[in-house]
C-alpha cells in the first residue's frame, strides 16, 4: 500500500534521513521506534507532504506523492495525526471535527462519519460544544485522532500519541489504535513508548540517525537483545 524507497530530507546542509527504505501493506500496523532526533516525525510529514525529500520515491498504491500537495494527499486516503495533537484551540470539538472532512463534499456520508466517531470516542459527543483547547491531553488526543478519521483514511499516519499522557489513557489510546486498525485501516505509529508499539505491531522498523538499523516481525524485536537494551528498558 505505502512504499519508501531511498528516501533522503535535508534540513538546510544537516541531512535528517538517510536513504530509507520501507513497506507498510495494507490492513497493518507499523511501528517505527527510535531515541528521539532519530527522523521518526519527518518521515511521517515527508509523507503526508508537508516535507519535501531531496530524493527518493513514497509510493501510495503505486502513485509518487512526492510532488502532490498535502491536502490531496489527505483526499487520497492518507491522514496524519501530528506530534502534539495540534487541535484547532479555538474551534469546538464539533468544529474540529469538521474540519477533518474538509476535502469531502459528501453530505450524508459525513454526518454518517461523524456518527462513528461519537460512538468510538464517546467523549468527543459529550464535549462536541467545547472548545477544544479547553480540553484535557487525553481527550485532546482522542479529537485528533477523531480529525483524522473525518477524512475517512485508508491508512493513517500516528505521532507520538501517547505522549504526555496517563499510563491508563496510554492503554486506552493503544486499545483505540487496534480498534482502528481491526475496522480496516491501515497504520503507520511513530512512538517513543516501544513496548507498546511493539506489543500492537505487526512488524517494526528500527530508526537511528536517521537510517533504518533494524527491521522484522515486532513480537521477534521485542525479544532482540539490542532493542531490549536500547528501547525497552531491560
Known sequence: MLEVKDLQVFYGVIQAIKNISFKVNEGEIIALIGANGAGKTTILQTISGLITPKQGEILYNGTDLKKIPAYKIVAMGVAHVPEGRR?????????????????????KDIEETLRQVYKRFPRLEER??????TLSGGEQQMLAMGRALMSKPKIILMDEPSMGLSPILVEEVFDIIQSINKSGTTVLLVEQNAKKALSIAHRAYVIETGKIVLEGDAKELMNNESVKKAYLGE
Open 87 to 107: 487541535v484547532f484551540s479555538q474551534l469546538t470539538v464539533y468544529e474540529n471535527l469538521l474540519m477533518g472532512a474538509y476535502t469531502r463534499n459528501d453530505k
Open 128 to 133: 462536541k460544544n467545547q472548545m477544544a483547547g
